[in-house]
């Protein structure tokens, strides 16, 4: 499974999906993280959204990183 893909799901059950990473760690998404994350995602470039998925994709660290980065960019735009 893509991270995409889990994401995509997430938003369509509305439920926690475990992702595993390419080093093997797993993260949860929820349905607010992938709120978030597609937020963002949506608004990049196409060469920006490979790499921001391929990040995502390869540990709990980078999606992490990913995630806070987003979640800032919402907050960012609330004010």
Do not use: W
Not at 31 to 39: G, H, K, R, T
């Amino acid at each position: 499974m893509t991270i995409i893909k889990a994401i995509q799901e997430v938003l369509n059950s509305n439920d926690v999906v475990i992702f595993e990473t390419k080093n093997g760690s797993s993260i949860h998404i929820t349905p607010e993280n992938a709120e978030y994350i597609v937020s963002v995602h949506d608004h990049l470039t196409k060469s920006n959204q490979e790499k921001m998925r391929s990040l995502m994709e390869n540990s709990d660290e980078d999606y992490i990183r990913i995630l806070n980065f987003c979640e800032n960019q919402d907050a960012n735009e609330e004010e």
